[in-house]
């Protein structure tokens, strides 16, 4: 590219690679007469005949619709294929045959202080760009459904520039891979995306072949805490999961499990908060037994659960 420093070469061209697989999303919602503007955001195209991802947030509502516009002009429909408020992810539907769709990496790669670019339709301003850094990683954002609240974690942060609209749209890194989703301002020069990753990959899959995604539920709230000295094992984690409170009548209640129990492994995976015990709750343990190894008091327990379908 004649002219341009390193720098604006290797951004020009990242922009060049990935705009046109990003769309500008306006959603309507019914209305006597008709349908009206509910909203805007952004989406990435994920196969040649119309897969789009987004943030759930967006299309949240009854009977949202709308239309995708891209960089070549085209303005296609779209209809919600699924949508999951507690990982804050879409899968749309456009009609549209011969689209470019982006190349999706790996957020695990990912490093503090590496560059990373946001497309999307901040404000409505379709296709526009901002640059940045990765400033955090293994962020945690909370996310509802109805009453159920759970945390998204891995979320990446950065200082590139989000703004109203950006929700949905494509954090890539240098390479022009899509790393994250964007899905929320926290305030200046933080903006948080959801990391693609081998969660998200399989919550995408949900989406686009059942409309939903299944978790397992157990019942219990709890947080992080060391292990006490006498179940201290070199090399060995060093934190728990303690049990805060146990739903009545939950799968856990039917377990045994008491407050102040402290989780250590779930069929021997070790669990040491929250997001770790979150992680295993998948679709698969859904009506199966678990072994769960627990520590209460002076005690070390194995109790047995069966986790049922966490309601969204």
Do not use: K
Request: hydrophobic share 45%; glycine share 12%; net charge negative.
């Amino acid at each position: 590219m004649a002219g341009l420093d390193p720098w604006s070469e290797l951004i020009v061209g990242l922009v060049e690679r990935l705009s046109p697989s990003v769309a500008s999303l306006r959603v309507t919602r019914p209305r006597r007469g008709g349908r009206v503007q509910a909203g805007a955001g952004s989406a990435v195209v994920l196969t040649p005949d119309g897969f789009l991802l987004t943030s759930a947030h967006v299309v949240a509502g009854q009977d949202r619709r709308g239309s995708a516009l891209f960089t070549d002009t085209t303005d296609v429909p779209f209809e919600i294929v699924g949508s999951d408020p507690l990982s804050d992810l879409a899968v749309l539907r456009a009609d549209a045959r011969e689209l470019v769709p982006a190349e999706l990496g790996d957020a695990a790669g990912l490093r503090v202080g590496q560059l990373v670019v946001a497309i999307g339709n901040p404000h409505g301003f379709a296709g526009s760009v901002t640059t940045g850094v990765v400033s955090g990683l293994g962020r945690a954002l909370p996310a509802r459904a109805g009453e159920t609240v759970r945390l998204i974690d891995g979320v990446i942060q950065t200082d590139a520039a989000l703004n109203p609209g950006n929700s949905g749209g494509a954090l890539a890194d240098a390479n022009g891979r899509v790393v994250g989703v964007n899905t929320a301002v926290a305030g200046f020069g933080l903006g948080l995306a959801v990391p693609i990753d081998a969660v998200t990959r399989a919550i995408v899959g949900a989406l686009m072949t059942d409309g939903r995604v299944r978790r397992a539920y157990l019942g219990i709230a709890g947080g992080r805490r060391p292990l006490p000295p006498r179940l201290r094992r070199e090399a060995a984690p060093q934190h728990a999961l303690e049990v805060v409170e146990v739903v009545e009548g939950s799968p856990a209640a039917a377990a045994g499990l008491r407050p102040g129990d402290l989780v250590l492994a779930v069929d021997g995976t070790p669990v040491a908060d929250a997001v770790d015990l979150q992680r295993l709750l998948t679709a698969e343990r859904i009506g199966a037994d678990v072994a769960l190894a627990v520590a209460r008091d002076a005690d070390l327990l194995q109790l047995t659960a069966t986790p049922a379908e966490l309601a969204a």
